[in-house]
């Protein structure tokens, strides 16, 4: 299979067809509503989407149902992700995740599967609005942690983070390290894991698509870190747990 060819030759049709896909930016800022507890914002932003689901998005199969049952997928593990890195504990997000594609498997008709897409939305904001109602972080690791979820596929220091919060690096790792019990370095890399995890739990990104996407620099870094922080390698991992009930 010629990917290479495949590839040129779709994006001469989707150019010639104009498509666009929707911004990286503006897909996030949808999955920081969620994060930040925002339930009426979520069930807006949804209403818009149901609209014109597909406007911006790729197809990632010519069955209707499947290629939005692939949408549900993605948007599942991101926003699992998201509500991980703002307080949601990993099994409690990682289990809906679970319950959700489930849920989604079993639909018969893309309106079904929507359904699900929003229900899934709407209980990990209401989820994520409690979690925040007994926060105890400061202002300045709040946007500490979203921005690093916001540059998670960028290879992150201390010192960029306490330039943007305008701190001293000294008292971010600090002030860091006694509201969240870690360091920054080890909370980035476990960030990046757990997605890592995710994604490859719920998709077919390559190993090297999956490394590239989350800022390694190499494949056999990814690998090595990953292995590390979970005692498999990302292949071990997806074998063991690539769900092919929704293929």
Do not use: W
């Amino acid at each position: 299979m010629n990917t290479n060819r495949d590839l040129n030759y779709r994006l001469y049709v989707q150019k010639m067809e104009g498509f666009t896909r929707t911004p990286f930016s503006s897909e996030f800022e949808k999955y920081r509503t969620i994060q930040s507890g925002n339930v009426e914002e979520v069930r807006k932003n949804f209403a818009n989407i149901r609209k014109n689901f597909l406007a911006g998005k790729g197809t990632l199969s010519n069955d209707p149902v499947r290629n939005t049952m692939y949408h549900l997928v993605v948007s599942v593990a991101l926003t699992s992700r998201i509500c991980v890195e703002g307080g949601m504990s990993h099994d409690t997000a990682y289990t809906l995740s679970d319950i959700y594609i489930q849920r989604g498997d079993k639909c018969t008709t893309c309106e079904q599967i929507l359904d699900v897409f929003e229900e899934m939305q709407v209980d990990f904001a209401k989820r994520m609005r409690d979690l925040k109602k007994n926060n105890v972080n400061s202002i300045h690791i709040r946007k500490c942690i979203d921005y690093i979820y916001e540059h998670l596929h960028e290879k992150l220091t201390t010192r960029e983070l306490a330039d943007y919060l305008g701190l001293n690096t000294s008292y971010l790792s600090k002030l860091f390290a006694k509201e969240t019990g870690t360091n920054i370095k080890d909370f980035i890399t476990r960030a990046k894991v757990n997605t890592a995890q995710n994604m490859l739990k719920n998709s077919d990104f390559s190993y090297l698509d999956i490394a590239l996407s989350l800022g390694f620099s190499t494949q056999s870094s990814f690998i090595s870190i990953f292995k590390k922080q979970t005692g498999m390698t990302p292949k071990e991992y997806r074998n063991t747990h690539y769900r092919n009930a929704i293929l």
